[in-house]
């Protein structure tokens, strides 16, 4: 059986991994993927923000191209 690559414990399918990630060879636990995520979003307010402007800038490239 496979075991997460950042704390080790054991990977149920389903239960505490995404099965999808096997054909990546990404053998990492929810929780893992969980705190991964909270640590490059530090601040919902900032993750806010980067989405608004990645909007912002698509709505800008859509209305320069005709």
């Known amino acids: 059986m496979k075991s997460c690559r950042r704390c080790g414990v054991e990977l149920v399918p389903s239960e505490n991994w995404y099965p999808s990630q096997e054909k990546h060879s990404n053998y990492i636990c929810k929780t893992c993927v969980k705190e991964r995520w909270r640590d490059r979003y530090a601040s919902e307010s900032e993750f806010r923000e980067r ?8 709505w800008e490239r859509t209305k320069n191209n005709p």
Do not use: H, M
Not at 51 to 58: D, H, V
């Open 51 to 58: 989405i608004a402007r990645y909007q912002r800038e698509g």
